[in-house]
């Protein structure tokens, strides 16, 4: 005899599961055999309802700067923070006590800290502004010692993590350099250098890297961007462990992107079933899907017929891109510092990213509709982390404190029109190191400006204020010491 799970649905049947995904009409299903328990429970968990009843839980704030990295651990019951302090947290976020807090080692700005999988939650890998990557290892006793791992020539934004392995990771960096590391020699390797196509001098320039994430279906495809229109995906297979290998497997970007000076990349995230999800700086975020990029050298990439199905969309260089359109994710703002990007639900059925207005968005991925902007801080939220097993999200940014959002509020949030969200005033921020960061964003701004034909005194503060710090950047021709010290220590959380 057949268990009662086995059976067929009727059609009557599977039509109201299709229409009611989630309550009743599932608990009925699951009730008389027709849905499995644990995909009712992850029905249930990826419910829209719980997106719309989110709310801040509670605020953990022991941090004395930006909190600049949030993650959990693989049970959920511990969440790590890093932050301008150069300390990293360990919190039982659900009564806000902190379990353990140490000096990350680092001299700048932590930028990332994870755990290591399988690890007992005893070993934490960081990156930070001042370009190392470390190795804490957590014991009996209150210390905590960190070992230098490696190094970049600039500093060091990100972190991935080798799904299920307790020793592989790796790093990317504003020198373009991806680094392999391997815990069971404590030795970091040189994999390749993310450069830039050949310019018409004949020369070539690495790509500041802002971010790296690896796809959890084939782990040895690696994504990275950063200063540059495109995101990259390596297969590790194919790269020497010299770092003398730099060409991609394959190429992410909008077609109307393409060759854009413009904007950069700050945030990629991998989904489970290995779309790519990719967040640009003064533009939009776009999920590609499987295997929908444009090959290793996308600008010959233009001259590929379309697969079918795909669409053809018209590039900035005038000519017809085929290939699959990527969905878009619009209503935030993302200009002033680097922003992550990631999806939330069990199998992440939504998009979410903070914004410069001091918000965090989450959209549906499916359809790319806007759901909810929740106030997450003062003035920019950075960084997003959902929870491994349930609707429960970390967020931070420039506030000293982190906020833990579950879905506990008795009515649902109200639909808002994304266009309809107001401006934040607040205290405006930079984050730009060098003068000519500072000209490319103003040049970004007026384009932004020529482009919806508007003249608004908010942008024209934005640019009087950028043109100011130019000058003021460009005069000092021998900085002092003192000058020399705050500029080291301000990273990517500097107000002005």
């Known amino acids: 005899m057949r268990r009662p799970w086995k059976h067929t649905a009727p059609a009557s049947t599977a039509a109201a599961a299709g229409m009611y995904r989630h309550g009743a009409a599932d608990l009925c299903l699951r009730e008389v055999g027709l849905l499995l328990p644990r995909r009712f429970a992850r029905r249930a968990a990826a419910s829209e309802d719980l997106v719309m009843r989110l709310q ?63 690890t007992n939650d005893q070993t934490i ?10 190795l804490a290892k957590l014991g009996d006793g209150g210390d905590v010692p960190t070992t230098l791992l490696g190094e970049h020539d600039g500093r060091a934004h990100k972190l991935a993590i080798e799904p299920g ?15 392999h590391f391997d815990l069971r020699t404590n030795t970091a390797s040189k994999l390749f250098l993310c450069k830039n196509s050949l310019s018409k001098s004949g020369l070539s320039s690495n790509i500041h890297l802002n971010a790296i994430t690896i796809d959890p279906r084939n782990p040895n495809l690696l994504a990275v961007g950063g200063s540059n229109c495109y995101a990259r995906v ?33 945030g990629l995230a991998f989904s489970h ?16 899907p499987k295997n929908g990029g444009l090959g290793p050298d996308p600008k010959s990439s ?11 969309t018209m590039a900035t260089s005038g000519e017809v891109v085929n290939g699959p359109a990527p969905l878009m994710y619009a209503g935030h703002r993302n ?19 903070g914004s410069d207005c001091g918000r965090l968005f989450i959209w549906r991925k499916r359809d790319g509709k806007f759901l909810r902007a929740m106030e997450g801080d003062e003035c920019v939220v950075n960084c997003i982390e959902p929870h491994p097993h349930t609707m429960t999200i970390a967020s931070s940014g420039i506030d000293n404190d982190v906020k833990i959002w ?17 401006p934040r005033k607040r205290t405006k921020l930079w984050h730009f190191s060098l003068p000519e960061e500072l000209i490319m964003h103003v040049l970004a701004s007026r384009r932004r400006r020529q482009a919806a034909g508007d003249d608004s005194s908010e942008d024209l503060e934005d640019s009087t204020g950028l043109l100011n710090l130019v000058l003021r950047a460009a005069e000092r021709d021998v900085p002092s010491d003192e000058d020399e010290e705050t500029s080291e220590d301000s990273g990517d959380c500097s107000l002005d």
């Not at 200009?335 to 199998?347: A, L, Q, R, S, Y």
């Not at 579950?406 to 107001?422: D, F, H, I, S, W």
Request: charged share 20%; aromatic share 12%.
């Open 56 to 118: 801040i839980h509670r605020k953990l704030n022991r941090h004395t700067g930006c909190v600049n990295t949030v993650g959990f651990n693989a049970d959920g019951d511990t969440l790590i923070s890093g932050s301008d302090d150069q300390m990293v947290m360990l919190w039982d976020w659900d009564t806000g006590a902190v379990k353990l807090q140490f000096h990350s080692g680092h001299s700048n700005n932590v930028f990332q800290a994870r755990f290591m999988p399988y």
């Open 125 to 134: 890998v960081t990156c930070a502004a001042d370009g190392e990557v470390r």
């Open 165 to 179: 392995s307790p020793y592989i990771f790796y790093s990317c960096g504003e020198d373009g350099l991806v680094q």
């Open 234 to 266: 390596y297969d590790i297979r194919k790269y020497k462990w010299d770092g003398s290998s730099n060409y991609p497997y394959d190429c992410y970007c909008p077609p109307h992107l393409m060759d854009n000076r413009f904007v950069g990349i700050t």
């Open 273 to 288: 079933q290995s779309e790519l999800l990719i967040s640009y700086n003064d533009e939009n975020i776009y999920l590609f």
């Open 302 to 312: 233009v001259k590929i017929e379309s697969n079918k199905g795909s669409k053809s």
């Open 335 to 353: 200009c002033e510092t680097v922003k992550g990007v990631t999806f939330i639900g069990p199998n992440h059925e939504y998009v979410a990213s």
């Open 406 to 422: 579950t879905p506990t509020a008795t009515e649902r949030a109200p639909v808002v029109n994304v266009e309809e969200l107001k």
